[in-house]
């Protein structure tokens, strides 16, 4: 692993929790491969694109009053050559016009293509702890708790 690969990927993840703050969608869209295979928390179950993509990022960015809240932890980079993955746990808050609050734990890992010197997600797949004898996820614990 090259450690300008491993700053890269680590500038990849710093860029998106900005954007993700800012609720920046073109930030956000300007890292996705068009082709970006994901697998997000929130519904649609699956999406393959950027404009699927596009479309849960705004109708999640919408559903919220204030936030979202979106800090970063315990991020990993893995890379050789121009293939690269990252993993992290994200914490999000923030309330949404519903009037809920939001506060839980997302694990994320992305798969990352460099091409033409710019690192691209071209897999997404988040998941949300849950707790085997319940079913229930773990929606506010800590990435070291779960």
């Given at each position: 692993?090259?450690?300008?690969?491993?700053?890269?990927?680590?500038?990849?993840?710093?860029?998106?929790?900005?954007?993700?703050?800012?609720?920046?969608?073109?930030?956000?869209?300007?890292?996705?491969?068009?082709?970006?295979?994901?697998?997000?928390?929130?519904?649609?179950?699956?999406?393959?694109?950027?404009?699927?993509?596009?479309?849960?990022?705004?109708?999640?960015?919408?559903?919220?009053?204030?936030?979202?809240?979106?800090?970063?932890?315990?991020?990993?980079?893995?890379?050789?050559?121009?293939?690269?993955?990252?993993?992290?746990?994200?914490?999000?808050?923030?309330?949404?016009?519903?009037?809920?609050?939001?506060?839980?734990?997302?694990?994320?890992?992305?798969?990352?293509?460099?091409?033409?010197?710019?690192?691209?997600?071209?897999?997404?797949?988040?998941?949300?702890?849950?707790d085997p004898?319940?079913?229930?996820?773990?929606?506010?614990e800590g990435?070291?708790t779960v």
């Amino acid at each position: 692993m090259t450690t300008d690969a491993t700053t890269e990927l680590e500038q990849l993840v710093r860029e998106r929790a900005e954007a993700v703050r800012r609720q920046d969608e073109d930030a956000l869209l300007r890292r996705e491969h068009p082709d970006v295979l994901s697998f997000p928390v929130l519904p649609p179950a699956v999406s393959r694109g950027r404009e699927g993509t596009a479309q849960a990022m705004r109708a999640w960015f919408d559903s919220y009053a204030e936030g979202p809240g979106y800090e970063v932890h315990e991020v990993w980079v893995e890379a050789e050559g121009d293939l690269g993955c990252v993993s992290f746990h994200y914490h999000v808050t923030g309330t949404l016009h519903t009037g809920g609050e939001v506060d839980m734990w997302v694990r994320v890992t992305l798969v990352c293509r460099r091409t033409d010197g710019t690192w691209q997600v071209v897999h997404a797949h988040e998941s949300v702890p849950f707790d085997p004898a319940t079913g229930q996820a773990l929606l506010s614990e800590g990435p070291n708790t779960v």
